[in-house]
């Protein structure tokens, strides 16, 4: 079946700028997540959704990230005033509960903020 | 903070050379992952071991642990081309964060 998709896979904005990143999981995949990877690092995570709701957001760097998943499948992120720190590959997963799955992960979405 | 870290950081062998790399982690596991990744995208589950295992296989792949020394390597034998990427070890700090070292970059040359 198909994987983890994630849209646009390049994103280059100006300083200031609003941007949106969306990904789509694995169908029947309950379990989202949100991870963020800067060069020459492991990825760190963001968000995690259990359905609709997001269950743990305390890896948001700051009140300008923000994650929605309002049916419970797709979800976007979203980054308000951006800055060039924010610049890295933003990377979602999905897994089918909860409780230590495996994590299927889409190709990132690669943001470039100048 | 960052749960694993893989050693070396970065590997060059040659085409049919085994690569070996190793993880540590900091705190009592349920499991242990490996990732690859290419060209710094997305990444690719390999496998799982689980905290009562030592050894697993897949295809050409070898991952033992150890969790007495909380440690686990990764074996890849008869390496290709193709096996060029980032390697990440990943734990679980909870029930759902995945947690992943810096990686250990492996180049195999033809």
């Known amino acids: 079946g198909a994987g983890v998709s994630q849209t646009p896979s390049n994103k280059v904005t100006e300083k200031g700028k609003y941007v949106e990143l969306r990904c789509d999981p694995i169908?029947?995949?309950?379990?989202l997540y949100w991870y963020r990877q800067s060069l020459g690092q492991g990825p760190e995570f963001l968000i995690y959704f259990q359905g609709t709701g997001a269950a743990d957001d305390s890896g948001l760097p700051n009140d300008r990230f923000f994650a929605v998943r309002p049916e419970g499948s797709v979800s976007t992120l979203k980054i308000q005033r951006t800055e060039r720190g924010d610049s890295a590959v933003y990377l979602c997963?999905?897994?089918?509960?909860?409780?230590?799955?495996?994590?299927?992960f889409g190709p990132g979405t690669r943001l470039t903020v100048l | 903070s960052q749960q694993g870290e893989e050693d070396p950081q970065a590997l060059s062998i040659q085409e049919g050379e085994n690569a070996t790399m190793n993880c540590s982690y900091k705190t009592s596991i349920n499991n242990l992952q490996w990732y690859r990744q290419n060209s710094g995208r997305g990444l690719v589950h390999l496998i799982l071991i689980r905290s009562n295992e030592r050894e697993k296989h897949s295809g050409r792949l070898r991952v033992t642990l150890d969790t007495s020394k909380k440690s686990s390597s990764l074996l890849i034998t008869a390496s290709r081309a193709a096996d060029t990427a980032s390697y990440f070890c990943a734990t679980y700090s909870n029930d759902y964060k995945l947690s992943f070292g810096a990686g250990t970059t492996v180049t195999v040359r033809a």
């Open positions: 997963a999905s897994s089918p509960g909860t409780r230590m799955d495996t994590q299927y």
């Open positions: 169908s029947g995949h309950t379990a």
